[in-house]
């Protein structure tokens, strides 16, 4: 499916009838809905840049310290014999 755009929203018309709806009232709703869509639009733009900044990060980061996982196992380990140490010490 087609992503709508705000101006497609903006210039869309719909056929009036005798008992239609008021004319000013889906104006106004199509201005709100225009307006939190160009938003939301924002914020996508704003949050993918964050992910790929993120992305990047990790990757000089993985680079930096190829053998992290070898790091925390290390930390876990001595996580772990602290937590026996503390429980001993009680």
Excluded: H
Excluded at 22 to 37: A, G, K, P, T
Excluded at 46 to 59: A, G, P, R, V
């Amino acid at each position: 499916m087609k992503r709508l755009t705000p101006m497609e929203i903006f210039n869309k018309d719909f056929k009036q009838s005798m008992r239609g709806y008021d004319v000013n009232e889906v104006n106004e709703f199509l201005d709100l809905v225009i307006r939190n869509y160009e938003e939301i639009l924002k914020e996508n733009e704003y949050l993918k840049e964050q992910l790929t900044t993120s992305k990047k990060y990790n990757t000089a980061r993985q680079k930096a310290i190829p053998n992290m996982s070898e790091y925390d196992a290390v930390i876990n380990e001595i996580l772990t014999r602290l937590e026996r140490i503390e429980k001993v010490m009680r």
